[in-house]
């Protein structure tokens, strides 16, 4: 290994000064949303995904955390965990669980902070979206309880499972990047009482688009807590947001193309046909209002080597299918 290189054979990361700006993200009604991050200077996360063909490596500070493989039908991704995976958060304490509670803003906040400070964590340059919503949420039936939802919701395996794509397409799963801890963990039981009193602080996660799926990023233990009491987990979701400048353009595109078209209907046959308006207004409103939670797919890097070096690392972490 030459210097400047690292266990994955890629030229070790530097540690950027970031820039940042923050701006809440809010419907017509005032309520938020969530947080947008435009991130400068950051061209090369420390938590990053790699891809080699059908091959997937998520490293931190260039040390294996995941490896993945799509399988040959597309339903699904084989993994293995390497316990590699460090939180750049640090430890929550009750006191701040206590003095943030019911505040979703300022959480995100705080995890924005964490997330921009820490040469660890996913943040490239771009935009990116911090929010207390989740598609999660969407799919619990009224009928089951939050142990039962959230549980399901997990997937199962250590060091090594299956995110199954066709039976939980679009559920978007959550994997965590470590052994989730018992219910009797010290850790979990100092939660559960913050997650009885409406205390407990968020989840932090991660939507990968490569796996269909929501990686923990922090707080594996209260989420555990979550479940053994049977509420539902606050969470917190971080994903790249769309180039705004280029949706914009594609929205005012589409409205005055959709103008255009009903011109020439009415040049064809008469002023009996509307002009369009009262049509493409309302969607480029949508559309527009839509921008300030799009998401795009996950950016990942060519891993250097490509298949070959994918399967070395494999090895080296003792993964039998490989």
Sequence with gaps: MSDGQNAIGVPAAAVYALGMQRSDVTRDDGTWVGLSLDVQDRHQPGLCVFTAGAQ???????????????DEQHEGVDFWR?????????PLRADAGRALAGSPERWAHRFAQYLIDSPGSPLHEGRWLLSCESPLRRWRYADASHAEYWSSMLVDGHPNGYIDWFLHAHSWEVLSLRPMPDADDSRVK???????????PPVLLWWVSGLDCHLILDGHARFAAAVAESVEPPLHRTVPRDDLATRTEEAVGFYEDELARFAGLRA????????????AGPQLVRLLHDLNTAEQPTWAWPLPGGEKQWRRIARSQNWPCT
């Excluded at 997937?56 to 799509?70: K, T």
């Excluded at 390497?82 to 640090?90: E, I, L």
């Excluded at 100092?190 to 407990?200: C, D, H, I, P, S």
């Design 82 to 90: 390497t316990d590699g995976y460090r939180s750049f958060v640090p």
């Design 56 to 70: 997937l490596l998520v490293s931190q500070m260039s040390q294996p955390v995941l490896l993945a493989v799509v």
């Design 190 to 200: 100092a939660y559960r009482r913050q997650a009885r009193e409406g205390t407990l």
């Design 268 to 279: 064809i046959h008469g002023p009996a046909v509307p002009d369009g308006a009262a049509t």
